[in-house]
T-cell receptor, first 115, second 112 residues
Framework: GAGVSQSPSNKVTEKGKDVELRCDPI?????LYWYRQSLGQGLEFLIY????????KSGLPSDRFSAERTGGSVSTLTIQRTQQEDSAVYLC?????????????FGDGTRLSIL | QKEVEQNSGPLSVPEGAIASLNCTYS??????FFWYRQYSGKSPELIMS????GDKEDGRFTAQLNKASQYVSLLIRDSQPSDSATYLC???FGAGSYQLTFGKGTKLSVIP
């Protein structure tokens, strides 16, 4: 696709429910990143994929958070037993390859609200 | 703790003036630096990247990097009201790291 595509754009759910957020990177981009942005906070790194493997999961805040990537393309971020502090905008980015100088291009994000 | 610090602003400049946005970072082995622009409710959009000491110009934008002082800046010449946004500074720390560490952003308002 022309850009990074994320769905849903908005998600409202009750505390304790599981949610799945989807990211479709730019075609041909092998590196994929998840970040989240909370109100008043900067972007916070969650996890990085190169192909289907995740060499850096250091940003996942708890074991309720997991992510996978299949076919070197689409990625899903899953949050189990959601808590109110999980409310944030979840942003996905992709870059052309595993090269730290390659710029990361962001999708429009999923705004997650936990009631 | 690897950190990127920015003045949160708001920074207000008149239309046509030069806007100067500043960023400091904590780790001397930082490799790459990026400036993103984020309009309210929108995703970050890449403006500039810089990897070497000195200046890098692209249209009305100039990024400046001083690794000795651990300082990176973004100058916007001939500022326009459409430049009003939050500007995020990001750094990649370390050769084996691919994640970006972001500052909290500086809100810029260009007054017509």
């Amino acid at each position: 696709g022309a850009g990074v595509s994320q769905s849903p754009s908005n998600k409202v759910t009750e505390k304790g429910k599981d949610v799945e957020l989807r990211c479709d990177p730019i075609s041909g981009h092998t590196a994929l990143y998840w970040y989240r942005q909370s109100l008043g906070q900067g972007l916070e790194f969650l996890i990085y994929f190169q192909g289907n493997s995740a060499p850096d999961k250091s940003g996942l805040p708890s074991d309720r958070f997991s992510a996978e990537r299949t076919g070197g393309s689409v990625s899903t971020l899953t949050i189990q037993r959601t808590q109110q502090e999980d409310s944030a905008v979840y942003l996905c980015a992709s870059s052309r390859r595993r090269d730290g100088n390659q710029p990361q291009h962001f999708g429009d994000g999923t705004r997650l609200s936990i009631l | 703790q690897k950190e990127v610090e920015q003045n949160s602003g708001p920074l207000s400049v008149p239309e046509g003036a030069i806007a100067s946005l500043n960023c400091t970072y904590s780790d001397r082995v930082s490799q790459s630096f990026f400036w993103y622009r984020q309009y309210s409710g929108k995703s970050p959009e890449l403006i500039m990247s810089i990897y070497s000491n000195g200046d890098k110009e692209d249209g009305r934008f100039t990024a400046q990097l001083n690794k000795a002082s651990q300082y990176v800046s973004l100058l916007i010449r001939d500022s326009q009201p459409s430049d009003s946004a939050t500007y995020l500074c990001a750094a990649r720390f370390g050769a084996g790291s691919y994640q970006l560490t972001f500052g909290k952003g500086t809100k810029l308002s260009v007054i017509p």
